[in-house]
């Protein structure tokens, strides 16, 4: 009952089961039985994507999957949805949201997937003892979209909710580690910069990240004195704050933070952490499925989650990936599981090359979802059958039916019909969050094991 059992990237297998029904039965045993350092397994029509903590667990269980020998169960049995397609919806036509009754394809009911009460109380924020302010942007900047981002949802894929966190996981990991802070703290992603904050109290704080600057304004009294009567009027005082760096900052300052001279998302941490709403275990924000807290408004007051760190600034501050200007960014990325889409019965690899021999340029309608892509020379699909939907995972490069690559991101669809050709590998999935629309961005196939190039097609 298993047909095939495929790598997707470096940490995960894709098993393909012969036939619809059998699908339940491989999610009961896999969630009897999992794999050593399995961490979720996600279904799709026929298929079930399972991840995995490390890359020698995946190959371990590469082996183990081929052997599986699966009952079939009777309809009805524990099984997870395949939730959206590249569309955000489910392949029934059904809009896919953490908050609604999840369907299967064939339109059978399926358990729901709802929000207790508790959780959408508390995806406002409270009005407490603050530690940092937001207010209006500076008169000449354009304000971007900020959000409150910890590490993720984990474990929730097989009920239709995607992991969502930050574009850029490895920014907002160095923007704690700086700090002091666990990975898991709560900080706050800033789209397109120009946030201004408000501090009450003294705090240590790192922006991570994209290239942005960082002015904190004082305001100082200056005793004067009119006919006799001292007149109480006070001065501006400004310092710039180093990026990538943990820096003081003291209360009643302002830190503007000002628009990206290179990259996208910068991380605003704060040691002790953002005090936020958890849903489904994490603080993040998915604006896809609508969970976890709304996106910060002027206004809105954060208190800290613990104690300030007293391990601030041993972490390395070697910057994270940024697109370099007016230069070609390379993503890598590892072949399947759907190369036979896109080859021919003299090149099977007809589709990787023609991805790898052409520049791509990112386009506007990028965002935290997805990397979309356009270029001058689309990939033709070979194969006229459709693609029952299958799982995705962050970076796949998905092919859209006008041939055109798009990279899945953090709030990627949980399925879609569109065949994967490949995915783009764990180090490079913060360039490519970080890339703006006009750059141009080409592909290099890597051996999963050393990161190595694969020979040319």
Not at 57 to 64: E, F, G, S, T
Not at 309 to 330: N, Y
Not at 391 to 411: D, F, H, K, T
Request: proline letters at 8%; aromatic letters at 4%; one cysteine or more.
């Amino acid at each position: 009952m298993i047909h095939s059992v495929r790598e997707m990237g470096q940490r995960a297998l894709l098993i393909e089961v012969t036939a619809e029904k059998d699908r339940p039965s491989l999610l009961a045993h896999l969630a009897e039985h999992p794999f050593t350092g399995q961490l979720d397994a996600i279904p799709g029509v026929k298929t079930v994507l399972v991840d995995f903590r490390r890359r020698r667990d995946a190959q371990a269980a590469l082996k183990q999957a081929k052997r599986l020998k699966l009952r079939r169960r009777r309809s009805g049995a524990a099984d997870g949805p395949a939730r959206r397609d590249a569309a955000g919806k489910d392949p029934a036509g059904t809009y896919a949201t953490a908050e609604n009754t999840a369907r299967e394809q064939t339109g059978d009911a399926r358990p729901e997937v709802t929000i207790p009460q508790s959780y959408a109380e508390g995806l406002r924020l409270e009005e407490r003892e603050a530690v940092l302010e937001v207010l209006p942007a500076a008169a000449c900047q354009e304000p971007g979209q900020t959000l409150v981002q910890d590490m993720g949802r984990y474990g929730f894929g097989g009920l239709g909710v995607g992991r969502a966190g930050p574009a850029d996981f490895s920014a907002a990991r160095q923007a704690n580690r700086l700090i002091g802070n666990d990975d898991s703290a709560a900080v706050l992603e800033i789209c397109g910069g120009g946030l201004s904050v408000r501090l009450c109290q003294t705090s240590i704080l790192a922006v991570t990240g994209a290239e942005v600057s960082l002015e904190i304004i004082t305001q100082e009294p200056v005793p004067t004195s009119r006919g006799g009567t001292e007149v109480a009027q006070t001065t501006e005082r400004s310092r710039t704050a180093p990026g990538r760096a943990p820096f003081w900052v003291f209360p009643g300052e302002v830190l503007h933070l000002g628009p990206p001279q290179r990259g996208v998302y910068s991380y605003l941490g704060i040691s002790g952490g953002l005090e936020a709403p958890v849903v489904l275990g994490s603080a993040s924000t998915d604006t896809v499925a609508g969970l976890g807290p709304a996106p910060v408004q002027v206004g809105d007051r954060f208190a800290l989650a613990g104690a300030a760190s007293r391990f601030v600034g041993i972490a390395s501050v070697a910057p994270t990936p940024l697109p370099l200007p007016q230069e070609t960014t390379v993503l890598r990325y590892v072949p399947g599981p759907r190369v036979e889409y896109f080859g021919t019965r003299r090149a099977g690899a007809a589709g990787l090359s023609r991805l790898e021999g052409q520049p791509w340029e990112v386009m506007t309608g990028s965002s935290r979802a997805s990397l979309v892509l356009d270029g001058d020379d689309p990939l033709t699909r070979t194969q006229p059958d459709a693609l029952p939907a299958e799982p995705l995972m962050r970076g796949a490069i998905s092919i859209a039916e006008s041939g055109q690559p798009i990279v899945a991101l953090a709030e990627h669809p949980v399925t879609s019909s569109d065949p994967v050709l490949g995915v783009v590998v764990r180090e490079d999935l913060s360039l490519a969050a970080q890339l703006s629309p006009g750059a141009e961005v080409r592909f290099q196939a890597v051996d999963p094991e050393t990161l190595g190039a694969l020979s040319s097609r």
